[in-house]
């Protein structure tokens, strides 16, 4: 049979790269989770992917009530779960003060790391069960969460701190809107929620790797300058970042080629390693990169867990 996998965020830029990669293999069913269903059909078409090959289900991950419907409708389907893509995003670099979720976490933490901490958790169980050769659980990281890189030193850095901001709530009212506790910045929120996106992906290989089977990764798929994960920035910034990324860090990759790396990690039978960071040299081959110190922090990434679950109503 077909694999199925869900990905996050699949209606534009790496997301929808990955689903048509996916989906042209004729070996996937590709379930687009997306926020805005007639985005997702448009987006589909737009890059042909065919009938028989996707269905768009409706997921908001800046709700957690959404996120619960999500897991339960996907249920209801009765596809057997194979590969889970924690891909969405947002990014509120120009943000001067943070907006929330519906349960009224700041947005970009709220969306990137507990909407999908929380779908991850609720769909684990369907990933044990599936009969697939291989089961995977991919949460996109990136290089601006890991200070170990030169644009992870860009400022300002991604710190979680002693998670105070996080453990009070994450509400700009009793706790402050940033993890660490300190003053709202968008784009270090958007940083600290890849920190997550990476610690969360660790301990679930810790505690649920040799029990179940399935692999646990994440990868930094390059610079895709030109996704609309920018789109909140300033003119200058989005007319000068893709030539910026092409031809002076030379760091950057279309989306179609960044969109085959994210298809390689969910089929490739040779990326079947727990707990990896991957990433891609120059010529395009993937090998296991190292996580800055504090995105491989064991303690944090088990605190984190725990504060997390609290949030999301799991604990
Ligand atoms: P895009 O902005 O093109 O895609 C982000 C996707 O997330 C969109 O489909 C968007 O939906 C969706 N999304 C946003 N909020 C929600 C929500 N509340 N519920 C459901 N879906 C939501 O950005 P990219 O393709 O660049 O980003 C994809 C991933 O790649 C992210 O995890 C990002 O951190 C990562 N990444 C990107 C890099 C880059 O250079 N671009 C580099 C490293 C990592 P909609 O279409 O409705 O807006």
Request: aromatic fraction near 8%.
């Amino acid at each position: 049979r077909k694999g199925n996998v869900i990905i996050t965020g699949a209606s534009s830029g790496l997301g929808l790269a990955t689903a048509k990669a996916l989906a042209e293999t004729g070996e996937w069913h590709v379930i687009m989770a997306c926020r805005n269903f007639l985005k997702a059909e448009k987006a589909a078409k737009s890059v042909g992917i065919t009938k028989e090959n996707y269905s768009v289900m409706h997921l908001d991950l800046a709700s957690l009530e959404s996120v619960r419907q999500f897991a339960n409708t996907f249920r209801r389907s009765g596809r057997p779960l194979d590969a889970l893509v924690c891909n969405a995003a947002v990014y509120l670099p120009t943000a001067k003060e943070p907006t929330y979720t519906a349960e009224g976490f700041e947005l970009s933490v709220g969306t990137n790391h507990l909407g999908h901490f929380l779908l991850a958790r609720l769909l684990l169980d369907d990933l044990k069960q599936s009969d697939y050769p291989y089961k995977r659980l991919i949460i996109v990281g990136s290089i601006t969460g890991n200070t170990n890189t030169l644009a992870g030193n860009v400022p300002p850095k991604a710190n979680l701190g002693d998670l105070r901001g996080l453990a009070g709530g994450l509400n700009g009212i009793q706790s402050s809107a940033m993890i660490d506790g300190g003053d709202f910045d968008g784009a270090k929120a958007y940083k600290d929620s890849k920190v997550c996106n990476m610690l969360t992906m660790q301990e679930f290989h810790r505690r649920y790797h040799e029990e179940t089977g399935i692999t646990f990764a994440s990868l930094y798929p390059g610079c895709i300058a030109t996704t609309g994960l920018f789109r909140e920035h300033i003119p200058l910034f989005r007319l000068l970042f893709p030539p910026f990324q092409k031809y002076i860090t030379k760091g950057y990759v279309s989306e179609e080629e960044a969109g085959g790396r994210l298809a390689q990690v969910v089929s490739d039978p040779s990326l079947t390693k727990s707990g990896v960071y991957w990433s891609w040299n120059k010529n395009s081959e993937s090998f296991e990169n190292q996580l800055s110190k504090e995105a491989s922090d064991a303690e944090k990434a088990r605190k984190l867990w725990e504060v997390s679950e609290k949030l999301v109503g799991l604990a």
